[in-house]
């Protein structure tokens, strides 16, 4: 069974992120993601050519809305403050 990828072009449109996001995102969240998708261990060493998963963008869209959430929580919270 073949599983199709996606490129970090597609993923940061799905997302409607930027690439710079995407790639932060990679670091934050790549011990979730599939092993073509996250950065590479070694030091000096990076991906050539990053690969998606279908589960990594489903990973991808949940870490957006849980970081969209604490966003609107930090900015409702600070707003109530003063």
Do not use: H, Y
Request: aromatic share 6%.
């Amino acid at each position: 069974m073949s599983e199709d990828f996606f490129t970090p072009d597609d993923v940061a449109g799905t997302l409607n992120i930027p690439l710079s996001t995407l790639e932060l995102w990679c670091a934050l969240f790549g011990s979730c993601l599939s092993t073509s998708a996250r950065p590479s261990d070694l030091p000096g060493i990076e991906v050539i050519e990053r690969r998606f998963t279908e589960e990594d963008v489903v990973v991808l869209a949940g870490a957006k809305q849980l970081m969209a959430r604490q966003v609107t929580s930090s900015v409702t919270n600070g707003s109530q403050v003063g």
